[in-house]
Every structure is written in structure tokens, then in C-alpha cells.
Nanobody, 114 residues
Framework: VQLVESGGGLVQAGGSLRLSCAASVNIFSLNNMAWYRQAPGKQRELVADITRGSNTNYADAVKGRFTISRDNAKNTVYLQMNNLKPEDTAVYYC?????????WGQGTQVTVSS
């Protein structure tokens, strides 16, 4: 299973970005998909996840600002990020679990300027 992220970039505080994670397999075959992020000098942390049944879960820091969604027909998971803050600056990673293993994408940089 390969996961390829896209959509990162530089944005001003208050702006929006949409990240995409394209999977090389039918994502309905995967149990759970998620977005994690890692800021410089910090541990990788869960941002949001979504189950096969589209149940979602968010970190407190992003609730009300970020939305995770999935398009099974396109084998893609999205992270819509609104009202971005400088503390959202990090490398964002796509994650998937299923088929007896877990998988990570290569990451995409999100930088929010103040």
C-alpha cells in the first residue's frame, strides 16, 4: 500500500489548505485512515482519523477548524484545514491501517505565517 500526500504549502494565518492522500489500493479495504503531524522538535501527533464507516475523531487543537473526509471512489482521504494558525506549522503525514499492517506517506509541509 502506497500513500501519496499533496496540497501542503505556505499560507497566512487565518487561511485555508486542503491536503489529499491518494492510496494505491481501494481504501474501503483499509480499517482506518488518519492524518498526523510533526512539528520541529516535537513528537508526531494525531490530527484526525476516519474509519471505514466514516466515523471521525479530532485532536482538541483542531476541532472546529479541520475536517477529515474520504472519497472511496477516488481512493483518497482529505484534510480540509480552515482558520490556520502558526502553531499548525508541521509536516503532515497520511496514515492507514489494514491488511495486517500500517502504512505512512512521505509527508507534506504546511507552513503558516503570522
Amino acid at each position: 500500500v502506497q500513500l501519496v500526500e499533496s496540497g501542503g504549502g505556505l499560507v497566512q494565518a487565518g487561511g485555508s489548505l486542503r491536503l489529499s492522500c491518494a492510496a494505491s489500493v481501494n481504501i474501503f479495504s483499509l480499517n482506518n485512515m488518519a492524518w498526523y503531524r510533526q512539528a520541529p522538535g516535537k513528537q508526531r501527533e494525531l490530527v484526525a482519523d476516519i474509519t471505514r464507516g466514516s466515523n471521525t475523531n479530532y485532536a482538541d487543537a483542531v476541532k472546529g477548524r479541520f475536517t477529515i473526509s474520504r472519497d472511496n471512489a477516488k481512493n483518497t482521504v482529505y484534510l480540509q484545514m480552515n482558520n490556520l494558525k502558526p502553531e499548525d506549522t508541521a509536516v503532515y503525514y497520511c496514515y492507514a491501517s489494514g491488511r495486517g499492517a500500517s502504512y505512512w506517506g512521505q509527508g507534506t509541509q504546511v507552513t503558516v505565517s503570522s
